[in-house]
């Protein structure tokens, strides 16, 4: 989840190039919006690792109070019930000129179901950033990554063999490699075509009974 570990390419570029650019923001307040499985998490871990941000809501944090600049993470705005005013006092501080936030959402910001009317606008009003879904040589790297990483040597074949039979997300293809390496070790198998069939099957299975 560090900023190392990124993998950049099409579906993602701009996400990354607005997180290296903190905290030289055009706008103080940042939104990243896309679907589930293509990375918001990891970028905002990653931003999180640059810009030392404190992940809200916190207790302990009050914005208005903040001496200085500061920097905040909301993750998942579209999915947690956050409290309306709050939300708006912590955008309105960064707006003031009092420091930085990085929301993160699977819908963009005008079909986000917000009551308050000033949060809307100020949400509406950051600078949006939208990724897509990571296409196939995105997810090569990823799993290319992931397998050096665990210091797994990867026949690429089996990468093309499996990518289209997996879901298109950086959880699945992580998730794959993760897979293979433990089902290799425990039964001492190589890694191969028929090693990555049973994993897919394995992970197929998971997702429909959990669907």
């Not at 560090?2 to 103080?28: K, T, Y």
């Not at 040597?153 to 699945?172: K, Q, T, W």
């Not at 897919?200 to 959990?210: D, I, K, Q």
């Amino acid at each position: 989840m560090a900023r190392d570990d990124l993998v950049v390419g099409s579906a993602n570029a701009l996400a990354v190039e607005a997180i290296d650019r903190w905290p030289d923001w055009s706008h103080p307040i940042v939104m990243i919006s896309g679907p589930p499985g293509s990375g918001k998490t990891h970028l905002a871990s990653a931003w999180c690792e640059l810009s030392g941000a404190t992940v809200w809501p916190d207790d302990a944090f009050d914005p208005a109070a903040a001496r200085g600049s500061f920097a905040a993470l909301v993750e998942d705005i579209d999915r947690a019930n956050f409290d309306e005013p709050a939300l708006f006092a912590l955008l309105n501080a960064a707006r003031l000129g009092g420091g930085t936030v990085l929301l993160t959402s699977r819908l963009p910001a005008g079909a986000l179901d917000m009551k308050l009317p000033d949060l809307r606008s100020r949400l509406r009003a950051a600078t949006a950033v939208e990724l897509r879904a990571p296409d196939e040589s995105l997810l090569v790297g990823v799993v290319m990554k992931v397998a050096a990483d665990r210091q797994i040597e990867l026949d690429p074949r089996v990468v093309e063999f499996a990518l289209p039979r997996m879901e298109r997300s950086f959880e699945a293809a992580s998730d794959f490699v993760r897979r293979l390496d433990q089902a290799s070790l425990a039964g001492k198998l190589r890694i191969g075509r028929t090693l990555a069939q049973r994993v897919l099957e394995e992970m197929a299975l998971e997702t429909n009974r959990a669907s």
